[in-house]
C-alpha cells in the first residue's frame, strides 16, 4: 500500500496528517466536478438507441467492477440480448480511438480488463476516452440491444438508464474525502441516486443496515499456457503477483483457498508486464490473477497459473436487477 493509500484508509497518521494539507484542493475538486456534472446532465448528454448500463464506483481503485459485468453479460445473453461493452480501457495505449476489442487486440493496446472481458464473454468491446464515440462505433459494427459501460459513473456527457454502484466492502469509503486527501471520485451522498448499490463481499456495518453484496468466489487454478485447471491441494507452492487496485484482496483469497505462496509481489494497477518482471522467480511456478494474466500469455512459462473468480450472487439480488434492466428496455422496444 503506498504511503497516499494509508492516508486514505486510516493505515498511517502521519501520511493522513500529511494529505489534510491538500484539504484546498480537495474543495476545488468538489466545486469543478459539480459544475461539470451540472453542465453535462442538463444539457449535453445524447439520447441512447438503447438502454445503457453503467456500472461503476465514487471511489478509486480495484472495486470488483469487472467480475460484474462480466456476470451481467451473461446474465443478459442468457435471456437472448445482444450485448455490448464500452470501457475507458485503461491501461492501454493506443494510436487511434475509439478502438474495438478483438481476440487478436493485445491488452497492452486496449487495457487489461477490456481484453479480460471480451475473452470470458464474446461480447463486441469498444475502448476509448469517449464514451460517445464508443457507442457509435459499437453500434455501426453490431445489433445491439443494451450497451453496458465497464466504470464511467463520472463520465457524465454520456447518458444512462441505469446505474449500479460497487463498493469495496472491507475498504469502503476511506476516510470520506474527495481526491486527492481521500479516494472519493463524489462524496457518498451520490450514491442515493443510483439504482443499486451493491458491496464487493459483506461489509462490517450493524445488523440495521440492510445492504445488498454479492461474493467473489475463486474458481480452479488454471495453467496460463495449457488451460487446464488443477484442485487447489495439487497447486504447487508459486510465487504470486498482480497488478490490480487492490493486492490484499488477492492475497487473502490465496490463504483462503489454502494456496501456499513463496513470496507476494504487487505491482501498481494495470502494470505493463515484461518477462525481467519475472527474472528473480527464475523457473519456480508463479500464480497471478486472471486480469495479469491476458497481460502475460505471451510469454508466460509451463508452470505459471492464474485464479480465475466468479460472482456469487444472491437469488433475490439477481431478479430485482435483471427486473430493473429488462423493464428498461421495454421502454425501448425490447
Excluded at 461503476?56 to 445482444?82: A, Y
Excluded at 487454478?221 to 495439487?234: E, G, L
Excluded at 493486492?247 to 489454502?258: E, G, V
Aim: aromatic letters at 10%; glycine letters at 6%.
Amino acid at each position: 500500500m503506498s504511503f497516499i493509500e494509508k492516508g486514505w484508509y486510516k493505515q498511517s497518521r502521519i501520511a493522513s496528517t500529511v494529505l489534510l494539507l491538500l484539504s484546498p484542493l480537495s474543495l476545488l475538486f468538489y466545486a469543478v466536478s459539480t459544475c461539470r456534472r451540472f453542465y453535462y446532465t442538463k444539457w449535453v448528454q445524447p439520447k441512447n438507441a438503447q438502454p445503457l448500463i453503467v456500472v461503476g464506483n465514487i471511489s478509486v481503485g480495484g472495486n470488483g467492477k469487472t467480475p460484474f459485468v462480466i456476470w451481467l453479460c451473461h446474465e443478459l445473453k442468457q435471456q437472448g440480448f445482444n450485448v455490448g461493452v464500452i470501457s475507458r480501457g485503461y491501461g492501454g495505449e493506443c494510436d487511434n480511438y475509439p478502438l474495438s476489442v478483438t481476440a487478436e487486440t493485445p491488452a497492452s493496446l486496449c487495457g487489461d480488463e477490456p481484453k479480460l472481458i471480451s475473452q470470458i464473454t464474446q461480447c463486441p468491446v469498444v475502448v476509448g476516452p469517449n464514451r460517445n464515440a464508443n457507442i457509435q462505433m459499437l453500434n455501426q459494427a453490431h445489433n445491439i440491444d443494451y450497451i453496458i459501460s465497464d466504470d464511467g459513473m463520472q463520465h457524465y456527457a454520456m447518458a444512462r438508464d441505469v446505474e449500479v454502484a460497487i463498493v469495496d466492502a472491507k475498504r469502503m469509503f476511506g476516510n470520506r474525502w474527495l481526491l486527492p486527501v481521500g479516494p472519493l471520485r463524489e462524496l457518498v451522498s451520490r450514491l442515493k441516486s443510483t439504482d443499486f448499490v451493491i458491496y464487493n463481499g459483506q461489509p462490517d456495518l450493524s445488523p440495521s443496515h440492510d445492504v445488498d453484496s454479492y461474493q467473489l468466489i475463486a474458481q480452479q487454478p488454471i495453467n496460463i499456457q495449457s488451460n487446464q485447471a488443477t484442485d487447489f491441494a495439487a497447486m504447487p507452492h508459486a510465487h504470486a503477483i498482480c497488478g490490480i487496485g487492490n493486492p490484499q484482496r488477492f492475497s487473502n483469497t490465496l490463504k483462503q483457498n489454502r494456496i501456499n505462496t513463496l513470496s507476494f509481489t504487487a505491482f501498481s494497477d494495470h502494470h505493463h508486464y515484461t518477462l525481467a518482471d519475472f527474472d528473480k522467480f527464475g523457473d519456480e511456478p508463479v500464480i497471478m490473477t486472471e486480469k495479469d494474466a491476458v497481460k502475460c500469455a505471451a510469454f508466460a512459462k509451463p508452470n505459471w497459473w492464474y485464479l480465475p473468480v466468479a460472482v456469487e450472487m444472491p437469488e433475490d439480488l439477481k431478479n430485482r436487477i435483471l427486473k430493473k434492466v429488462i423493464n428498461v428496455g421495454k421502454e425501448y422496444g425490447l
